[in-house]
């Protein structure tokens, strides 16, 4: 590390490398908090004015006294801290703040960069779990809607309204997982390793090469399935270029839910997410692609013997069967469910929690 790092307890503060770690794991603050926590220590056993704050960290954008108190709030929850007994950041009332822990300048450990490639590492896998994860969420309300949808037909004879609920949601948490986890684990992956003015873009380019990935392997299994199966293909099913769109805006909707001038929270990253999947499946719908809904909807044009049915869902739209408007809408749907839920849950372990008002 550069000259300029701290060592307090079991923390290590670089204001420079814009990184804070516990032991060997890294604690997430955005870069205001940071910036606060530096200027802290910088300034350890002197007290440090709300002017100060204002000055060198909010830089004279007009803020409320609940943003400073927010900004302490969170700083000592990731420290371990406690207002009433502070071994780390005491209150001044009416004035300030004063970091109260010995403090030591230190230079750079020799087991830096392996530690740091053991970090990313982590991160890559937590987060990567954590969209996967979402995406399985988005997945079985899809099915739901999907198998509702298909339930609301006549059925032939022994194919029970339960029967094409339970198969419509499993295929969608499975689709979902697949995809969910190859796009989550490329923006993971450019979320660690990419410097941080070319992060946006990185996440982007992530999102849309596991989307791609996963869309070119999935649909290349399916057409040979159905191809060995039933001597025939299924058509232009969802494949790469589907997944590379969706996996694209859902990376760019990860990177806006935790901008650096953002506070990291999961409901900004559900709503970012949810947006940019839902205009993603809004334009594959609009330019011809299909998502699931409108793969299973020509699979019942290619396969006429087929028990599944979605002319339900054009009826709801106005529509004789599943026709451009609802293709449309329910590409939108899958969008929002996908993005959202992906996003939500990558973001949640960044997030901060909630906690009593602090002195």
Not at 85 to 113: D, L, M, N, S
Not at 274 to 285: K, P, Q
Not at 321 to 329: D, E, Q, R, S
Request: with cysteine; net charge positive.
């Amino acid at each position: 590390m550069a000259p300029g790092s701290f060592r307090f307890e079991r923390f290590f503060l670089d204001p420079q490398d814009r990184l804070l770690r516990r032991d060997d794991a890294p604690v997430a603050l955005n870069a205001r908090y940071l910036d606060a926590l530096a200027l802290l220590v910088r300034e350890q056993g002197k007290l440090v004015s709300k002017d100060r704050f204002l000055d060198e960290v909010w830089r004279g954008v007009p803020v409320t006294d609940e943003a400073l108190t927010q900004c302490i709030r969170t700083l000592r929850r990731e420290l371990g801290d406690d207002a009433a007994r502070p071994r780390f950041i005491e209150t001044v009332p009416k004035h300030g703040y004063r970091f109260v822990a010995p403090v030591q300048r230190v230079e750079a450990p020799a087991a830096a960069e392996p530690t740091t490639r053991r970090s990313n590492r982590s991160d890559i896998l937590r987060l990567g779990l954590a969209g996967a994860g979402g995406s399985v969420l988005a997945g079985l309300l899809g099915g739901v809607v999907y198998g509702f949808a298909g339930a609301s037909e006549p059925l032939q004879p022994g194919m029970g309204a339960i029967s094409v609920l339970l198969v419509l949601v499993c295929l969608t948490m499975v689709v979902a997982l697949l995809g969910g986890a190859a796009v989550a684990f490329g923006i993971a992956a450019a979320d660690a390793l990419a410097p941080r003015r070319r992060r946006g873009p990185a996440m982007v380019l992530g999102g849309a090469l596991g989307g791609l990935l996963i869309g070119a392997v999935v649909k290349l299994l399916g057409v040979d399935a159905f191809n060995l199966l039933f001597g025939q293909s299924p058509g232009d099913v969802t494949g790469a270029s589907e997944g590379a769109l969706l996996g694209a805006a859902v990376g760019f909707g990860a990177w806006f839910a935790g901008r650096s001038n953002a506070t990291p929270s999961a409901r900004r990253g559900f709503v970012a997410g949810g947006l940019a999947g839902a205009a993603a499946g809004l334009a594959i719908a609009l330019t011809g692609g299909r998502l699931l809904g409108g793969s299973l909807a020509l699979l019942t044009e290619r396969f006429p013997n087929s028990r599944l049915r979605l002319d339900h869902l054009g009826g709801l739209a106005g529509e004789p069967g599943f026709g451009p408007l609802t293709h449309a809408l329910t590409g939108a749907l899958e969008g929002l469910l996908f993005g959202a839920f992906l996003v939500g849950a990558m973001t949640l372990p960044r997030s901060p929690k909630p906690q009593e008002s602090l002195p």
